[in-house]
Nanobody, 129 residues
Framework: QVHLVESGGGLAQPGGSLRLSCAAS????????MSWARQAPGKGLEWVSG????????YYADSVKGRFTISRDNAKNTLYLQMNSLKPEDTALYYC??????????????????????WGQGTQVTVSS
């Protein structure tokens, strides 16, 4: 049974930092691309960042490029998102997601939300002074 559990959210000041974690279980973590997505109040789900199964490539939405860093530790079955230079517009519920494709690492799959088959429950990030 697949489980994705996010943690690390909270309140941060503009310009501050937070590190999100996603603990994965119930599947072979190292065989799947993973991503982070977010949903701000009153808005749709937005893809934020993705990483190939072996960590060899990472991609970012333009809105977070240069500020966020995605990484993974396949030995610990954990996905991370380091968020720096936070802005009020980063306020959202952040989800980690598992690709629905075994051993498929492509930009198309990574950046298409409909290609993900399991999602965590989300962790809230609020950026405010």
């Amino acid at each position: 049974q697949v489980h994705l559990v996010e943690s690390g959210g909270g309140l941060a000041q503009p310009g501050g930092s937070l590190r999100l974690s996603c603990a994965a279980s119930g599947f072979t973590f190292s065989s799947y691309a993973m991503s982070w997505a977010r949903q701000a109040p009153g808005k749709g789900l937005e893809w934020v960042s993705g990483i190939y199964s072996d960590g060899s490539a990472t991609y970012y939405a333009d809105s977070v490029k240069g500020r966020f860093t995605i990484s993974r530790d396949n030995a610990k079955n954990t996905l991370y998102l380091q968020m720096n230079s936070l802005k009020p517009e980063d306020t959202a519920l952040y989800y980690c997601a598992k690709s629905g494709h075994l051993n498929v690492d492509t930009i198309m799959v990574l950046t298409t939300l409909s290609e993900y088959d399991f999602w965590g429950q989300g962790t809230q990030v609020t950026v405010s002074s």
